[in-house]
């Protein structure tokens, strides 16, 4: 018999993004499950937030993802957990900064 219900994977997601951000009601996550074995987690947030669900060094992220491991061991399900692009952020300014040696004027 299964402690965990349908979708605890999703459930602990949102409830740990939530808790490490400045603007909780503006966390979605979604789940999108294939049948295939694996499955997708996405995690959309405030622009400010990203980071804080990244954590330095990708901690929290990385936390994140070995707990949903742990949850959905059960069901022998892998996640993929995504974090998609920023709103308004701009890789090519960081691409250029990075260019010139890092300055992100």
Do not use: C, Q, W
């Given at each position: 018999?299964?402690?965990?219900?349908?979708?605890?994977?999703?459930?602990?997601?949102?409830?740990?993004?939530?808790s490490?951000v400045?603007?909780?009601?503006?966390v979605?996550?979604?789940?999108?499950?294939?049948?295939?074995?694996?499955?997708?987690?996405?995690?959309?947030?405030?622009p400010?937030?990203?980071?804080?669900?990244i954590?330095?060094?990708?901690r929290?992220?990385?936390?994140?993802?070995?707990l949903?491991?742990?949850?959905?061991?059960?069901?022998?399900?892998?996640w993929?957990?995504q974090l998609p692009?920023?709103?308004?952020?701009?890789?090519?300014?960081?691409?250029?900064?990075?260019?010139?040696?890092?300055?992100?004027?």
């Open positions: 018999m299964s402690v965990l219900t349908e979708g605890a994977e999703l459930r602990l997601v949102e409830f740990i993004s939530k490490v400045d603007h909780p009601e503006a979605s996550v979604t789940l999108s499950d294939p049948g295939d074995g694996s499955g997708l987690i996405e995690i959309k947030a405030h400010d937030d990203y980071g804080k669900i954590g330095k060094r990708g929290i992220i990385h936390s994140i993802r070995a949903v491991t742990i949850v959905s061991r059960e069901s022998r399900k892998r993929n957990i692009e920023r709103p308004g952020h701009d890789h090519e300014a960081e691409d250029d900064a990075d260019a010139r040696g890092g300055d992100r004027t």
